[in-house]
């Protein structure tokens, strides 16, 4: 069974809308994170969160918006989607100490027109 | 700031020998810890193995080692015994001391290996 799901596994968007991605874990980890990958850039981190909190934020921009609501789920709010925002998004998880190891989801395929 | 940087576009070799890839990092801290990734075809990134910045000793599981070169701050991934399903994109990670912290990754090395 897999450990994390990230739901959708494909997403089309329009402009200016606003989409959630969906990760839970089930490695009984503390730690879960996001991270983007668009074409010829590499893995680029976004946001790490800590027994529901907040612990850091590498996205400049307000439009992506991590939410919690259970120690396992971490999902991303993207609003006012632009074109630019098409990538996969990953969310990881780690056990939260701080020689941790961190293993990834499937990734979600997120294409904005 | 931390930064990951692997010079090797692709590389192509041969089934059941050795292939060799390059990574080098940029960071302040003393404490940091190295990891490798491969994506596979399908988007999959699944860990490999680690070093920690303290160990002297390089990594090894499986088929898969590290040659660690502090002085060098190089950190290179030793594939021996290649397999068909080694083909994929490794990724080169590293991480400074601290809880819940990202990781910053290097554009990949693209592994192909052919029979």
């Known amino acids: 069974d897999p450990k994390i799901i990230q739901k959708p596994k494909y997403l089309v968007a329009v402009t200016g809308s606003e989409k959630i991605l969906i990760c839970e874990q089930y490695?009984?980890?503390?730690?879960m994170y996001w991270y983007r990958q668009s074409a010829k850039k590499p893995l680029e981190f976004m946001f790490s969160y800590s027994y529901q909190k907040l612990m850091d934020n590498q996205t400049a921009s307000s439009r992506f918006q991590p939410q919690s609501s259970k120690k396992n789920h971490l999902d991303l709010q993207i609003t006012a989607l632009k074109p630019d925002d098409s990538a996969t998004y990953f969310c990881a998880s780690s056990q939260d100490h701080c020689q941790d190891t961190q293993y990834f989801g499937p990734g979600t395929r997120l294409l904005v027109l | 700031a931390q930064k990951v940087t692997q010079t090797q576009t692709s590389i192509s070799v041969v089934e059941k020998t050795t292939v060799t890839m390059d990574c080098v990092y940029e960071t302040r801290d003393s404490s940091y810890f190295l990891f490798w990734y491969k994506q596979t075809a399908s988007g999959e990134i699944v860990f490999l193995i680690r070093q920690d910045s303290y160990k002297k000793e390089n990594a090894t599981v499986g088929h898969y080692s590290l040659n660690f070169q502090k002085p060098k701050s190089s950190i290179g991934l030793i594939i021996t015994a290649t397999q068909i399903e080694d083909s994929a994109v490794y990724f080169c990670a590293m991480r400074e001391g601290g809880f819940a912290q990202g990781l910053t990754f290097g554009l990949g090395t693209r592994v192909s290996v052919f029979p």
């Open positions: 490695l009984g980890h503390n730690a």
